[in-house]
Every structure is written in C-alpha cells, then in structure tokens.
C-alpha cells in the first residue's frame, strides 16, 4: 500500500533553534501533502496544505515565517519549525491524499522543545 | 468553518459488544468521509471510507451515512481489547478536517 516515510520519529531542541521534519512518499507521487499539530487531547489541526513546485497554503492562526513548509518534489515535502519555543512541542504528522481512496499519515514526530 | 462533531467519551462497551460511534458535520459540500483510528502517541490510520448515503461493511465495521442529515456513524461489532482506542470522524475535502474524536474502552 502506499506508504508515507516521516523523519525523525521525536526530536528534542533548544529553545531558539531550527527542526526540519521530513516526509516521504515511498511508493506513490505526493502531488500534495498536508501538515498537522496534534497537542495531547486535542484532535489534528491542519496547518497548512502543501503542493509540489509551489507555496504552501496556511491555515488561518499559522506562522508561515515560522512553520516553513518546502514541497520541491513529488515524493520529498519538509516542515522546518523555526526557532523554536515550548509552545511548539507538540505532535506533527504529514499526509498525502490517495485519491479516492482516502489519506495516507506518516507515523508522526514528536517535538519536545526545552 | 467546516465543524466535526463527536462524542469525547469516553465511551465504555463490554467486550464481544457492539460499540457505535456517531458524527455531524457541517460542511454540505463533503462527498467523502472518513473513520480513523488512532492509538495514544501513534498517527492515524484509515478504518473506513463511505461516499454514498446507506451502509459500507467492512469485516466488523460497518459506516453509515446520512447526508440529508450530515451525519455519520460507525458501528463495531464483536467488539475487541485491541479496538480501544480514539476514533476520528473526517469529512474530507481538501486536507481533512478532523472531529476531537471519541475514546473508546473495550473493557475484557
């Protein structure tokens, strides 16, 4: 089935630097990819939707000079989390749509920011 | 603003049960939807998908769809331990958005 490969499964920074989180559609082209924040308890929130070879669209309460979002190819989309806060720890978890078939998640990163 | 509407739970059903999960939503325009589960700390996995109203059946799962009514329901037979867990309702469009879900026991 059509797999998203998502890296680093958790991460811990320091308080003002930068995490890239990358996504990876293994067996299938990602012509777009979404980007979610989970915080514990609370459902996913989309944070921006990502399309390949153009700007990535954010939603509403986003940072988009903070969550910088690249989508250069069909298989690679990236989520940087700038200068990162506490505030930002959280859950992040990318997906691509299949179509009809539905979405497909990356497993996730767990961001814990110190 | 597209809502999701979901039973937080929890949610307690005897194993071998029937556990039933319902859903409204808001947005009209949604032709698909969608039932994840996700277990504590891991991301969501697909369950069932459902496009037209009536019923979908999936092995144990069966979707149930009520347009006229935004509303869309899950229903989990035989019941299991390993089905514990928070399930999600989507209404999918572009990007999902996703109900808080609702916890599910299963108690053994």
């Known amino acids: 089935g059509a797999v998203v490969s998502q890296h680093p499964s958790w991460v811990i920074c320091k308080s003002g630097t930068s995490v890239k989180i990358e996504c990876r559609s293994l067996d299938f082209q990602a012509t777009t990819m979404f980007w979610y924040r989970q915080f514990p308890k609370q459902s996913l929130m989309l944070m921006a939707t990502s399309n390949e070879g153009s700007k990535a669209t954010y939603e509403q309460g986003v940072e988009k000079d903070k969550f910088l979002i690249n989508h250069a190819s069909l298989t690679l989309s990236t989520l940087t989390v700038t200068s990162a806060h506490p505030e930002d720890s959280s859950f992040y978890i990318c997906s691509a749509r299949l179509g009809i078939w539905g979405y497909t998640f990356g497993s996730g990163t767990r961001l814990t920011v110190v | 603003q597209k809502e999701v509407e979901q039973n937080s739970g929890p949610l307690s059903v005897p194993e071998g049960a029937i556990a039933s999960l319902n859903c409204t939503y808001s947005?009209?325009?949604?032709?698909?939807f969608f039932w994840y589960r996700q277990y504590s700390g891991k991301s969501p996995e697909l369950i069932m998908s459902?496009?037209?109203?009536g019923d979908k059946e999936d092995g144990r799962f069966t979707a149930q769809l009520n347009k006229a009514s935004q509303y869309v329901s899950l229903l989990i037979r035989d019941s299991q331990p390993s089905d514990s867990a928070t399930y999600l309702c989507a209404p999918g469009a572009d990007g999902l958005t996703f109900g808080k879900g609702t916890h599910l026991i299963i108690q053994p």
């Open positions: 947005d009209r325009v949604s032709q698909s």
């Open positions: 459902i496009y037209s109203n």
